[in-house]
């Protein structure tokens, strides 16, 4: 007799193959599903997202905008940087924020030494709607957030009609 005869799960078993985790239909599916779009992009030039290293070393703050009856207001999120690494311009009805992040930390101890250097760029463009006063836009940069304050021209704060929406 053998002792595995005696084990209760094995009663209905007979000479089962064991079915490796490869040979799964499931994973055979994603492999081949993988494979397929590795095929389809591998024919594009993807050179205008730019290359990884120019993606890994640039980053994209937040940027908030809104609207009073005065002025807009754009906020941008920049932790970590002086005003001296950014560049703010107008034309053409486009307001640009460009700017350079670089952080190096160094942690000197008695039993070792680390240094760590972050760099990153960034450029966004906001395009701007018509009646902005472009003579008396302003900057300013606090605690890591920049505020541009872009006022209306006097045409551009009339009241706006409103109009009612009937029920059908």
């Known amino acids: 007799m053998n002792i595995k005869s005696l084990v209760p799960w094995n009663w209905g078993r007979k000479n089962i193959p064991i079915r490796r985790e490869e040979d799964h239909p499931v994973y055979s599916l994603q492999r081949t599903v993988n494979r397929v779009f590795d095929n389809f992009f591998e024919g594009f030039s993807l050179s205008s997202f730019g290359s990884l290293e120019d993606r890994m070393r640039s980053f994209t703050p937040r940027v908030d905008i809104s609207e009073s009856d005065k002025e807009f207001q ?44 972050s760099y990153g760029m960034f450029r966004r463009t906001i395009p701007l709607p018509e009646g902005v006063d472009l003579e008396k836009v302003e900057a300013s940069f606090r605690e890591g957030v920049l505020t541009v304050t872009l006022p209306k021209m006097v045409e551009a704060q009339k009241e706006r009609k409103r109009i009612p929406i009937k029920a059908a």
């Open 74 to 117: 754009v906020t941008a999120e920049l932790p970590g940087m002086d005003e001296k690494n950014l560049d703010i311009s107008l034309a053409n009805s486009v307001l640009t924020l460009k700017g350079e992040k670089k952080e190096e930390k160094e942690d000197k101890r008695k039993d070792y030494y680390r240094m760590e250097r």
